[in-house]
């Protein structure tokens, strides 16, 4: 079992910023990649941004050059930095970790409860 703890979320005016954080723990044998989505009101899921154990990273159109994905493979833990923020980016905002399992060694995939970013003024 792999348990994931997101922090960060809340209210911030147009043009703000915002850092998530989102650390994993639990029968991890090793991380391959590690993501944020978003879902607003009415609407599927998206993908936010990734990182993956190399660090290469894939952004969404809509974020790129406001956003910055991050990870601390010392402590499991996955970061995005949101600046410039627009009501737009108002959604719950999902960890997602794509890992394998210490005991199994199968890949699984895990997400996280969800934190909500509101984007008013």
């Known amino acids: 079992q792999v348990q994931l703890v997101e922090s960060g979320g809340g209210l911030v005016q147009p043009g703000g910023s915002l850092r998530l954080s989102c650390a994993a723990s639990g029968s991890i044998f090793w991380i391959n990649v590690m993501g944020w989505y978003r879902q607003a009101p009415g609407k599927q899921r998206e993908l936010v941004a990734t990182?993956?154990?190399?660090?290469?990273?894939n952004y969404a159109d809509s974020v790129k050059g406001r956003f910055t994905i991050s990870r601390d493979n010392a402590k499991n833990t996955v970061y995005l930095q949101m600046n410039s923020l627009k009501p737009e980016d108002t959604a719950v905002y999902y960890c997602?970790?794509?890992?394998?399992?210490?005991?199994?060694?199968?890949?699984?995939?895990?997400w996280g409860q969800g934190t909500l970013v509101t984007v008013s003024s």
């Open positions: 997602n970790v794509r890992y394998t399992d210490t005991a199994s060694r199968r890949y699984l995939e895990v």
């Open positions: 990182v993956t154990s190399g660090d290469n990273t």
